[in-house]
T-cell receptor, first 115, second 111 residues
């Protein structure tokens, strides 16, 4: 079974530039998550989708971050403009949803460095 | 709001047993999960407790006490490859309940 695919693996940009990350969840997984993980900290939930609808985006900095999940499958997360404090690993995860929501499968993440 | 507390670092020797504790304060609670993350890797699911008691999966066990808002992960017969960060995570109620992670415990296993 293919896992959660993310790209790119690494990205280096300057502050005020824009960047986009892509995620392809495990086939059949209804729920998709984007987490931000700053070095030495736990993953912080940015946004959660159920199929193509947003379930929770309470911690998404909406003035600069946006995310979409087209047709309930792939998802993109965009930052525009980036700030120094956005340097982190951006993890995408998926789950079956419903009562099996507790088991998340994570991708390898995109490590973002903002200079 | 939700907050989770776990020790930042734990050190143990190969073959030993180690327990990583997690206490939580949440406005709603559905269950407690544990994830393992090696340096540079993705978090991987270890266990989930929705009910009080002990769940055992091989060398790893997880315990939950809902009345005490407390859980722990028990690792037995430690191996060098167990050196990693371990995160507890709380799931909020509902079929689409979100998963909130603690800050993680770095486990170092020494020979």
């Amino acid at each position: 079974e293919a896992g959660v695919a993310q790209s790119p693996r690494y990205k280096i940009i300057e502050k005020r530039q824009s960047v986009a990350f892509w995620c392809n969840p495990i086939s059949g997984h209804a729920t998709l998550y984007w987490y931000q993980q700053i070095l030495g900290q736990g993953p912080k939930l940015l946004i959660q989708f159920q199929n193509n609808g947003v379930v929770d985006d309470s911690q998404l900095p909406k003035d600069r971050f946006s995310a979409e999940r087209l047709k309930g499958v792939d998802s993109t997360l965009k930052i525009q403009p980036a700030k120094l404090e956005d340097s982190a690993v951006y993890l995408c995860a998926s789950s079956l949803g419903g009562r099996d929501n507790e088991k998340l499968f994570f991708g390898s993440g995109t490590q973002l460095s903002v200079l | 709001g939700q907050s989770l507390e776990q020790p930042s670092e734990v050190t143990a020797v190969e073959g030993a047993i180690v327990q990583i504790n997690c206490t939580y304060q949440t406005s709603g609670f559905y269950g407690l999960s544990w994830y393992q993350q090696h340096d540079g890797g993705a978090p991987t699911f270890l266990s989930y407790n929705a009910l009080d008691g002990l769940e055992e999966t091989g060398r790893f066990s997880s315990f939950l006490s809902r009345s005490d808002s407390y859980g722990y992960l028990l690792l037995q017969e430690l191996q060098m490859k167990d050196s990693a960060s371990y995160f507890c995570a709380v799931k909020s109620p509902g079929n689409t309940g979100k998963l909130i992670f603690g800050q993680g415990t770095t486990l170092q296993v020494k020979p």
